[in-house]
């Protein structure tokens, strides 16, 4: 997926107590071997399985796994993700951990390729967002990719994007995609949040690259997109704004002709994927 992120493991294993595990301490041999299974209990897209094998490793070096899937895979209900090995005490006290990281990853993998599967053959693509857990980010964004979508901006330095408080600052759309193109180095495209028709036209007349169009329902975004094509083909368009993972709303949307749609819901709002460790 991505360079394991050892000390975000380390803080969450501290967090949880597991170096001082009373109730495994109190209850379980500290000699006694165990094997156990990560299992899927629902169908989705894993993601994370890497990060939840360095988890019991990093309590436990003498863990072994043999993980029987990768990050990616599409799984069903039963299907057996990793077999470990090792002291019963290490796989009890790094479970917990281990299973958020799984569950949480494999969620956003899961909605994420439900997302992608629901506008197939529009030519327009699903990216996700800043809005994810402080951080946690480029856990997210790789479990976004896992699911088949695409990474917006990372941080706040890889792009411009232009959004109402700015163009409020700057005293309007041309005035601010003008001082950005003063100021942002040459390679970088400018992006630019547009609520109305009128709001597109101006950021149109002022040579933006990108034009998101925010918040705005189905006939305003046709009427947009038709503008765009039919005034400066070369810019690409991306819908945001309250559109959700609900299949029919993102088809309809991904049908205006839009190249991308933007959705805050695959990491804010992902369901928890369900995973299980069993012992043998």
């Known amino acids: 997926m ?10 969450a294993l501290e967090e949880d107590g ?5 109730t495994t301490l109190s209850t379980v041999p500290e000699d006694q071997p165990a094997t156990a299974s990560i299992i899927a209990r629902q ?13 019991f490793r990093m309590l436990d070096p003498r863990v072994a796994v043999e993980a029987l899937v990768h990050d990616g895979t599409a799984v069903q209900p039963g299907d057996v993700l990793a077999h470990l090995q090792g002291l019963a005490r290490s796989l009890l006290s790094a479970e917990r951990v281990a299973l958020n990281f799984l569950g949480h990853l494999s969620g956003i993998a ?26 946690l980010r480029a856990l997210e964004k790789a479990a976004v990719r896992m699911g088949g979508g695409h990474n917006h901006r990372f941080g706040l330095s890889d792009g411009v ?8 600052a ?14 942002a180095q040459h390679l970088l495209k400018i992006e630019i949040e547009c609520e109305t028709l009128a709001e597109v036209q101006q950021a149109v007349e002022a040579d933006a690259d990108v034009i998101l169009l925010d918040n705005m329902d189905l006939e305003t975004m ?11 083909s070369r810019v690409l368009i991306e819908a945001s704004g309250n559109i959700g ?12 002709g839009v190249d991308f749609i933007s959705l805050g819901a695959v990491t804010h709002s992902a369901p928890n994927f369900d995973v299980s460790l069993e012992f043998a």
């Open 170 to 183: 700057a005293s309007g759309i041309p005035q601010a995609i003008a001082a950005a193109r003063r100021t």
């Open 245 to 256: 993972t609900n299949a029919a709303r993102l088809r309809a949307v991904a049908e205006t």
């Open 110 to 135: 899961t909605v994420t390729a439900q997302c992608v599967r629901a506008i197939e053959g529009t030519g327009a693509r699903i990216l996700d967002t800043r809005k994810t857990t402080p951080g």
């Open 43 to 55: 169908a989705g897209v894993i993601a994370g399985l890497d990060v939840a094998i360095a988890t």
């Open 2 to 11: 991505l360079n394991l992120p050892e000390a975000l493991i380390r803080r």
């Open 18 to 22: 597991a170096w001082a595990d009373i």
């Open 161 to 168: 994007l232009i959004k109402d408080n700015h163009i409020k």
């Open 222 to 232: 046709r009427s947009a997109v038709q503008f765009v094509r039919m005034n400066a």
